[in-house]
């Protein structure tokens, strides 16, 4: 023990910050790429490897334009590995080895040297294909949800609970149609008259409470017709 405790003493802390940056490089779960202001890879970790389907060896001295998908860009910065980038998170498609995409969340750092200079570039990936999986399995779902609900007779809205219209829709020929545009995120006071928006205020203000379907029988001002409304 006062070998290893010696052992410490003498360490200086360059030497105990390799240390602890080679944990962190090899440890976590992310992807990590150590790139040369060049652009091409001077070290990669076991994770990155995997994630590509190369070997480190096969991946150290690539570019990085070879690994990344310029194409497919999600947040509108054609610029994958420009200066705009750094100290930012956006999403890349990298290219694996076997020709096939992933997409990833990227950070990506400039690392400088102690006299301020630019040394290389640290850039973290996380594989996010489960939650692409999940929000186009959702985007598909509400497509389909839309193209049923634009197919139905009825009027269909969404109010919150405090009456502020947040989606609308009604068939051209349905009596109280009104174009879409015109009541999105209007209250619905001052969309309808106001003995007919206040009862389905009432009824709303029931729903929260019973979180039961509260169904009332409305007449519009002016007009013969009894409209059945059903909130939920």
Do not use: C
């Not at 490897?49 to 690994?67: D, F, M, N, W």
């Amino acid at each position: 023990m006062a070998v290893g405790a010696a052992s410490r003493r003498n360490m200086n802390t360059a030497e105990l910050n390799e240390i602890v940056f080679r944990a962190l490089f090899e440890q976590t779960n992310d992807a990590v790429f150590i790139i040369g202001l060049d652009f091409h890879y001077l070290n990669v970790n076991d994770q990155a490897a995997r994630l590509l389907g190369y070997s480190p060896e096969e991946l150290i001295g690539k570019s990085v334009h070879e690994i990344t998908s310029l194409e497919e860009v999600t947040d509108g910065n054609e610029n994958a590995s420009g200066i705009d980038t750094f100290n930012k998170v956006y999403e890349r498609m990298l290219i694996r080895k076997d020709g096939s995409r992933i997409p990833v969340e990227i950070s990506t750092a400039i690392v400088y040297n102690l006299d301020g200079s630019p040394s290389h570039i640290q850039s973290t990936a996380r594989d996010i294909s489960s939650r692409k999986d999940y929000e186009e399995r959702l985007r598909k779902s509400e497509e389909r949800n839309k193209a049923i609900v634009d197919a139905l007779p009825d009027l269909i809205f969404r109010l919150d609970r405090q009456g502020r219209i947040t989606d609308f829709s009604a068939a051209a020929d349905h009596p109280l149609h009104i174009p879409r545009i015109e009541v999105l995120d209007r209250a619905i006071q001052d969309v309808w008259p106001e003995l007919f928006s206040e009862v389905i205020l009432a009824e709303i203000e029931k729903a929260f409470k019973t979180k039961t379907m509260q169904v009332a029988k409305l007449k519009y001002p002016g007009r013969e017709e009894t409209y059945e409304v059903r909130l939920n």
